[in-house]
Structure formats: C-alpha cells, structure tokens
Nanobody, 112 residues
Framework: QVQLVESGGGLVQPGASLRLSCAASGRLFSLYVMSWYRQAPGKQRELVAYITSGGNTNYADSVKGRFTISRDDAKNTVYLEMNSLKPEDTAVYYC??????WGQGTQVTVSS
C-alpha cells in the first residue's frame, strides 16, 4: 500500500515562499507521475503541477512562473517550491501519485 506524507505547509505573508515535500512509500517511485493538487474552501480540487518520470513538468496557469515542481527519486520525494505567494494560493495542498494515491494534505495559508 502506497503512503504519501506531505509536509511544509504553514501560515505566511503575501510575497513569501514555502517549499512543500511529499515522501512516498512503496517501490518504483521513479516510474510514476507525481502531482500536486490544491483545494480551497468551497472550491473543487484543482491540479497545480505535475512531473513525469522523465522530469517533464506542467503547471496551472495561475502558478506558472511562481511555483516549481521537482522530484528526488533517490529519496522517493516530490517537492513544490512556491514563491511570491498570494492570498488566493490559500488551500490544502495534496500530493498524488499516478492519479491513484493521495496524501492527507497540508494547509497553506497566505495572509497578512
């Protein structure tokens, strides 16, 4: 059974940065597409970014140029570097593996 554990969320001011991490259990991590989603109160969960096994990345238009997804296959970990955070980035951020497995989420709150 795959387990995904997110960390790194918190309360920050607008313009600040955060780095989220997602550590995965299980084998063959390097073969899977890893994604970050987020869900704000009262809104549907949305895709933020994903990274393929080959390292190709894709981002939601709302975060392009501000967020960077990366992976360290030796550590079974995927990261989301978030810069120039805005209040509208406030949400619970979820890690996903291969569109099948979800983490428990980590809260990111951007507020002055």
């Amino acid at each position: 059974q795959v387990q995904l554990v997110e960390s790194g969320g918190g309360l920050v001011q607008p313009g600040a940065s955060l780095r989220l991490s997602c550590a995965a259990s299980g084998r063959l991590f390097s073969l899977y597409v890893m994604s970050w989603y987020r869900q704000a109160p009262g809104k549907q969960r949305e895709l933020v970014a994903y990274i393929t096994s080959g390292g190709n990345t894709n981002y939601a238009d709302s975060v392009k140029g501000r967020f960077t997804i990366s992976r360290d296959d030796a550590k079974n970990t995927v990261y989301l570097e978030m810069n120039s955070l805005k209040p509208e980035d406030t949400a619970v951020y979820y890690c996903n593996q291969d569109l099948r497995h979800w983490g428990q989420g980590t809260q990111v709150t951007v507020s002055s």
